[in-house]
């Protein structure tokens, strides 16, 4: 079994690699040289050279989060928050899906955040285009099913990653941990658990569904 898994060089991805490797799938993690989610000439030319190869599993993972409040966001920054969060992983889709329908278990996991069934001043691009992800995960569920292909998105909440840590002061953290019913942030490795679940064949009944693990942050 083959796993093509985004943003595995650290967090969430590199977590996520992990468990796969550890459940017997050969793991491909391409670097930024070999995938540049911001640039389409990259993107195309990684399909072009793997789209004859095998994949089972899909696991749209990389991403940024660059904190701008809307008033002040500049073209560049609205378009390189889209090409990475939104339009990069459409493009991997489009070019892998015709290798997910050949797989007898074909997944596909898509990974949002709790940005994007909430939000917060200065998180409103972001929220975009992980929410833009849901309009995507309900669709593509019902346009591959017939194949068997199983589409998710996992949407984690606060989660100890560079990617937290540069958006948040220790004393934010600490204050969001007061607000998480759980009482921490998650690990990564609690995040790729649940990307496993969808991404392999134990998830075999559930498509198309935004699944939140947030410690319960969205519930109050
Ligand atoms: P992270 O530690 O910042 O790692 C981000 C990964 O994405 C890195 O491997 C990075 O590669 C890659 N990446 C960034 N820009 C890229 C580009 N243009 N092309 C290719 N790869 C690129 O992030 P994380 O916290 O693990 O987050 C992973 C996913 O979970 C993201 O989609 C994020 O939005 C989502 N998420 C995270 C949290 C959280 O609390 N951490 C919460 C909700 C959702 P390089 O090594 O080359 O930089």
Not at 15 to 32: C, L, S
Not at 50 to 65: F, Q, R, S
Not at 137 to 165: H, R
Request: aromatic residues 6%.
């Amino acid at each position: 079994m083959r796993a093509l898994v985004t943003g595995g060089s650290r967090g969430i991805g590199r977590a996520t690699a992990k468990i796969f490797r550890d459940n017997g799938y050969e793991v491909i993690t391409p670097t930024r040289n070999e995938l540049d989610l911001s640039s389409k000439s990259s993107i195309e030319a990684y399909i072009s050279a793997h789209k004859d190869e095998p994949l089972d599993t899909l696991v749209n993972n990389a991403g940024i989060n660059d904190l701008a409040f809307i008033e002040d966001a500049n073209d560049a920054v609205i378009e390189r928050m889209f090409e990475v969060d939104l339009m990069g992983p459409i493009r991997l889709l489009r070019g892998f899906i015709p290798s997910l329908r050949k797989s007898d278990i074909g997944r596909i996991v898509n990974i949002g955040s709790i940005w994007a069934a909430v939000s917060k001043p200065g998180r409103g691009l972001y929220s975009a285009a992980k929410r833009g992800l849901h309009g995507i995960t309900n669709a593509l569920a019902c346009e591959v099913a017939e194949d068997g292909v199983l589409v998710n998105t996992i949407c984690p909440g606060f989660t100890a990653t560079e990617l937290t840590i540069q958006n948040n002061t220790p004393a934010e953290i600490k204050e969001l941990e007061r607000l998480i019913p759980l009482g921490r942030m998650a690990d990564p490795e609690e995040i790729a658990k649940a990307v496993y679940y969808f991404g392999s064949k134990e998830n075999t009944y559930i498509t198309g569904q935004k699944i939140l693990v947030d410690g319960g942050y969205t519930i109050k």
